[in-house]
């Protein structure tokens, strides 16, 4: 290995060097590196050794340029700090590596700009597809019009936008949001509160409508009355999920509150020890997404399993498909798993440290 920059930088052999310190041809380089016909083999072991002493390097893109594949696919997320997206990319770029493929990971922190950014990797050809993760179709997002490259596309965890003809694999978060309240209600709940995610995001309001749904099959059923006293939105953040708790709380404490995220439900259990409220005894909390650290409070905090690694492969599969045929596979819909723990399994216990929930906070 050279070096470069009149620094001591290493900088990779060409298949030049290579032929020219071998006395072979550029083309049988060229052959051997890229395993293709037309080198002997005793020709091949030797170029294979010099290419690993001289520290060659493979030039993607020029191979793409001669066999017409980009090697890299894309995943679009929007908070890589958030613990479900780590999953997601952990299994797609097992899943894409299997088959032949880079995959680059392009983190937007929820700037909306940054998807147009995301989208010019497809137009200039640096990746085959994308996946997204964030959805393109929600207020301040940019005006894409996917339509033309829906085969190099597919949505993770997402819909797809309305109208684009491009594929979804995502959750079915209605059941999700079901699941809960029929725990809750199971529990003896009479009482809920629903801090969401953002107004617009449509995950947050089916994990919503599930809800409602349970409580309004548990009615039909005869079953005892369940109110909705209060559902509120904000960004997906702990942050989030503690300034809605604190305006809840200021008015009532009810039986249960059902946070739309994991890390919403954080910023719950934050305002609830600020006021002396016990989860699962005080009041019943559940999140989404059963992530790592819920499992680990000091109230360990029922919630929704949603199968990241499946959604990863399956997106990262379609996606391989579809590149090969043109086409657009089917979406899919995945089925959600709830995670009870002390902060629901707790409840009806006396809880001598909280207010009574009849006078509010």
């Known amino acids: 290995m050279r070096s470069g920059l009149g620094k001591g930088c290493p900088v990779a052999a060409t298949i030049k060097e290579i032929a020219e310190r071998l006395n072979v041809s550029v083309a049988s380089v060229s052959r051997a590196i890229n395993d293709q016909p037309g080198v002997g083999d005793k020709t091949r072991r030797r170029i294979m050794k010099a290419a690993g002493e001289l520290g060659y390097v493979p030039d993607f893109h020029a191979r793409a340029l001669v066999s017409g594949k980009v090697p890299f696919l894309g995943l679009v997320v929007p908070d890589i700090t958030n613990s479900f997206f780590p999953a997601l990319a952990l299994a797609a770029e097992e899943e894409a590596s299997a088959a032949g493929y880079s995959l680059l990971l392009f983190n937007t922190n929820w700037r909306r700009d940054r998807l147009r950014q ?74 809920v509160a629903f801090v969401g995610g953002p107004a617009s995001n449509r995950n947050s309001a089916r994990r919503f409508e599930g809800l409602c749904a349970a409580i309004s099959e548990s009615a039909a059923s005869g079953r005892p009355r369940v109110e909705v006293v209060s559902s509120t939105a904000g960004a997906w ?125």
């Open 118 to 191: 995301a989208v010019d990797l497809l137009a200039s050809r640096r990746v085959a597809g994308l996946i997204f993760s964030e959805p393109l179709d929600e207020p301040g997002s940019p005006v894409i019009d996917l339509r033309p490259m829906a085969s190099a596309v597919v949505f993770a965890g997402v819909d797809a936008p309305e109208n684009s003809g491009a594929c979804a694999v995502r959750v079915d978060d209605v059941e999700g949001g079901r699941q809960v309240g029929i725990h809750l209600i199971e529990r003896g709940v009479r009482t």
């Open 237 to 361: 953040t702990e942050d989030s999920g503690y300034a809605q708790a604190v305006e809840l709380f200021d008015s009532v404490v009810p039986d249960a509150v059902f946070a739309a995220n994991d890390l919403l439900a954080l910023g719950v259990l934050k305002s609830m020890k600020e006021r002396g409220i016990v989860a699962g005894r005080g009041s019943a909390l559940v999140g989404y997404d059963d992530t790592a650290i819920v499992s680990w409070t000091y109230t360990p905090i029922t919630s929704v399993a949603q199968p990241e690694a499946a959604v990863g492969v399956e997106s990262v599969r379609r996606l391989i498909s579809q590149l090969s045929t043109g086409g657009v596979e089917p979406g899919l819909i995945l089925a959600p798993t709830l995670k009870p723990r002390a902060s629901t399994l707790d409840f009806g216990f006396p809880d001598v440290s909280g207010p009574d929930r009849s006078r509010g906070a």
